[in-house]
């Protein structure tokens, strides 16, 4: 397993080298393996800022074509690398824009990466709520250290707060 996303951690670096993405940082199920026990993905979700010289309007064509060019199978949204799919995600928001800031540095085997902190990652389940994310966060509350602080800050400041507390209030009562 290790190996795969090795080379999937590869490539998305020699992008950053060639100019195509300025930077990225693992999101998703993926990065939440950084802070918790790991859970079932399919995929590499990074968040992605693109080069500059991409226009005015967000398009992943410059990526998609320089995959193309190192002979990257391109399968729906992903590109795979060594049978990883890995979704590039361009940082769409000012919370997903925050959170590819301020992404922490961590290697990976031989590897440099970013990868979204957990709190960060906690707020962007919160705001796109859908099952999985739920489920997630709750998985992350048994299973991790949340710094409860920084999660805080990052909900009021993106106006998240409520919602997350309606999740929390959901979680408790299933439980």
Known sequence: MIE????AIAALNEMVGAGVIEQYAI?????????????MTHDLDVFALLSADA?????????????????????????????????ILPAFDALTSEALER???ETVGSEKTRVV?????????A?????????????IRD???????????ILVRHQLHTKWTAI????????
């Open 4 to 7: 795969p996303v090795l080379k």
């Open 27 to 39: 999101a998703g199920a993926t990065a939440v393996m950084f802070y918790a026990e790991p859970v």
């Open 55 to 87: 226009g005015p309007l967000i398009s992943l064509q410059g990526v998609y074509a320089h995959a193309r060019e190192r002979g990257y199978e391109i399968s729906a949204e992903h590109i795979v690398v060594g049978g990883v799919p890995i979704q």
């Open 103 to 105: 992404a922490r540095e």
């Open 117 to 125: 902190r957990l709190e960060h990652l906690l707020a962007i389940m």
């Open 127 to 139: 705001k796109t709520a859908r099952p999985k994310d739920i489920a997630r966060i709750a998985h």
């Open 143 to 153: 299973t991790a250290e949340v710094d409860l602080e920084s999660l805080n800050d």
């Open 168 to 175: 929390l209030e959901r979680l408790k009562e299933q439980t």
